[in-house]
Every structure is written in C-alpha cells, then in structure tokens.
C-alpha cells in the first residue's frame, strides 16, 4: 500500500458544510482513508518515511471539479480554416484540450458529443493526460435541426462529421430514433446526448425551435434505460423543447436559456437538473468581437439570448431547481472553464453553492457520487487545492495559476506548491 498525507489546509469538503481549517487527509493508493484535523487523524502504524507528505500551504483543499457539458474535441475557430484541417489532425490537438483542462482543476467532465470509446480509452489507460470521462459519442438531432450542417448553397458543414466509432446522429421518426440510439450506445455511449431545440451555431433554426416530438423523445429515453438505466441529456434552450424533455424523463436540460414557469415547476417535479453554459453565449459574442470568425447567424442569436438566459438560470435557482454545473468547453477555450463559476453567482448563487454545484451535484447528475464529488473517506483521490479562498473570491479560480495541485485517481498531475 502507498500512503500520502494532506496537511496544512482548508478543507471545502464539497458538502456544503463549513470549511475546516488544519485539516488533513490520509490516502492509501488512489482512495481516501480518512479525513479530520490533523490532531485527530488516526496514522497507519507505520515509519513516517515510508508516507508521502503534501504540504497544501494554507491553501483550500477540494474534491476536483467536474464540468458536465464539455466538447472535448471541439475548440471552436475560424470554420473556414475548419473546413481544410486534416481530419486526424484534431485528434493531436486536442491533446492540448485534455491539458488545460487538468490544469484548470477539472478531473471530470461529461462530454457532450464528439469523444469517442478510443478517446477514452486513451485517457484512462494513461496514453494522455486528461480529466476522468463520461461520454456520450454522437449528438442526436432531426434533420434541419442543431445538429444539421446543411448550408442554403446545399454544402454542408458538421462540427463533428461521422467515422467508424461515432455514428451519424441526424434520425427522423420513431423507428429511426430507435436505431440511432442502439447505435450510439453500441459505440460506447454511457450517457446518450440529443437536441429538443434549436440552437445558437445551427445555421437553420432557431433556439425556441422544438425539435423532436413527445413520441421520439419517449423512444429515446426508453432505449436508454434498457441498457442498464444510461440517462438522456438534452440540448434544450426554448421552452417547449424544455417542457418535452422534462415529461419525456430526460435526465438533464442543458443550457435552459428560455425556460418559463410551467418548465421550472416540472423539473421539480421529475427531479430534472439543469446544466446552465452561461458562459457559452457569452463567449461566441466575445469571440466575434475579438476574432470575427463567428457566423453572423450565431452572433445574433447569442446577443438575443445572454440576458434571457441569465434571467431563466436565476428562477430556477430561486426556486431550488438542481444546478449542475457545465460549461459547454469547445465553445470557448478548454481550460477556461472557471469564467462560468463567476457567472453563476451573478445570478444569485452563493460561492459555496457554486462549488457544490461543482462538485458534489455535478457528481450526482453524472451518477458517479458514490465515487467522486467529495472529500469522504472510501472515495477516489480526486483533489484540488487552490492558493486562494474560492469562498471569498470566486473569480480568482478563473487563474489556472491559483489552482496549486491537482490530483485525479491518487496520482498528482499538476503542482505549482513545491
């Protein structure tokens, strides 16, 4: 057995619960023993020289973050520079992706289409180094949809083009949605991604598109739960889309840019959380502004939709919706994924509830809290630690350079505290 030591820190335990200060942490191998004050800890019996000792320097020490609506193979640029990139070509750079990501402080993201099984296969068997992955391969959607390419010249241009191991998502009708999500879940799939609206970068519709019917939504939650109870997600930004997914029993709406009172009131009512990419509109505007290579269509449906947005995300948290939180990384630059912590408390969540929703509810909402998104004794060793108090600045995460270590499954990644 190899033991390592946590001391000299904070502990923001991804509870919610009061932050500890001397706290200290034993790990034995990749799982946590036992957390308390260091005073208290009860030691193997072993030679303190055999022990693995990290120093946190008064730091703040919390479970990793997790971002549950990431696109790791995507960063968005230039499509026209898109176009003649070399297919393989983006399998190498997205190394940088897994990269940054880890050195934000992210140990775990769910990815929201375009990673296939190889991709995670080579993070988890070391190839890369990279967060801990949920995937979800292809994206579902209805022809004219999020999820169709197709150009008025009659060219098309999909973000994430189909290849042995992600299938083509585009399905019409119910038999054709059946098909599909066999298909996605044959590849790999552990969480399985649709659209029930439309969205900002789709060339043909609109966000308060409602794409898919009642019948096809129906379908496809029931082929997902016969494969072992796998969830749906759903890009769903307008509010009849919502309300469709939440009666469907879709696990997750993703964004909720128009939600209005009847959706909030069933996302109680089925327990739905909500994923709110606040910082997704945000950034294509900022990147239009500061590149210009953003289509003017996406531009303008993310300058109509930044202020609803906020505005939906802040009702629904007042009235005690489950936010998870996620980013939509590949929208903007992975790695600055933390800009969405700040904006969360914009619309009127605490700095702590911020961090739960980080942690411990974005573990739940991936199914994975029996493992990861606390600081418990029995979970795995996925731990951070800041150099400033996230509680009294929040913002400050946004510098990767105060994230100090990194941790994913027992192992350090990152360390600026030597």
């Known amino acids: 057995m190899v033991y390592t030591l946590i001391r000299n820190g904070t502990l923001i335990d991804g ?3 009061k ?22 800890l009860t030691l193997p019996n072993i030679n303190l020289s055999q022990m693995t000792e990290i120093d946190a320097k008064g730091g703040y020490i919390l479970p990793g973050l997790i971002d549950t609506h990431v696109h ?15 297919f393989s070509f983006n399998f190498y750079k997205a190394i940088s992706h897994f990269k940054r990501t880890i050195e ?15 991709v995670k296969q080579a993070v988890d068997q070391g190839v890369i180094v990279g967060p801990r992955m949920q995937i979800s391969i292809s994206v579902l959607g209805i022809t004219g949809g999020h999820t169709d390419g197709w150009m008025p010249s009659g060219m098309t241009f999909n973000i994430f083009p189909a290849y042995p191991g992600n299938p083509d998502g585009i399905c019409d009708g119910v038999e054709e949605v059946r098909k599909k999500v066999r298909e996605v879940l044959r590849a790999g799939a552990e969480v399985v991604k ?3 609206t439309g969205g900002v970068l789709s060339p043909t519709d609109h966000p308060e598109f409602t794409q898919f019917s009642p019948e096809e939504l129906a379908v496809i939650v029931q082929e ?7 969830k749906v997600m759903a890009h769903a930004q307008g509010a009849e889309g919502i309300k469709n997914a939440v009666r469907a029993g879709i696990h997750s709406i993703e964004h909720g840019i128009y939600l209005d009172d009847e959706a909030i009131e069933l996302m109680l009512k089925h327990k739905t959380f909500l994923v709110p990419t606040l910082l997704a509109p945000l950034s294509v505007v900022e990147i239009a502004e500061s590149s210009g ?5 996406g531009v303008r449906k993310a300058k109509e939709s930044i202020e609803q947005h906020r505005d939906s995300i802040a009702k629904a948290h007042k009235a005690g919706v489950t936010i998870a939180m996620g980013t939509d990384a590949g929208v903007m630059p992975h790695g600055t994924n933390l800009r969405e912590l700040g904006l969360m408390t914009s619309v009127g969540m605490s700095p702590m509830e911020v961090i739960v929703s980080t942690t411990r509810k974005a573990a739940e909402c991936l199914g994975w809290q029996d493992t990861i998104g606390t600081i418990e004794a029995g979970k795995l060793a996925d731990i951070i630690i800041t150099k400033t108090d996230p509680l009294a600045d929040i913002r400050s ?15 350090v990644l990152k360390n600026l505290l030597k």
Do not use: F, H, W
């Not at 997902?224 to 796998?230: D, F, P, Q």
């Not at 290579?293 to 269509?297: F, K, V």
């Open 15 to 17: 509870n919610g619960g």
């Open 19 to 40: 932050p500890q200060s001397g706290a200290a942490i034993l790990l034995d191998d990749n799982r946590i023993r036992s957390v308390g004050l260091m005073d208290s």
């Open 72 to 86: 790791m193979m995507l960063e968005i640029g230039d499509m026209r520079k898109q176009m003649q990139v070399p």
């Open 104 to 118: 934000a402080g992210i140990t775990t993201v769910r990815d929201a289409g375009g990673a296939d099984l190889g």
């Open 194 to 196: 649709i659209c029930s």
């Open 224 to 230: 997902a739960r016969y494969r072992r109870g796998v």
């Open 293 to 297: 290579t953003m289509p003017e269509y």
């Open 397 to 411: 995460l946004e510098n990767t350079d105060n994230i100090g270590l990194v941790m994913k499954d027992g192992v």
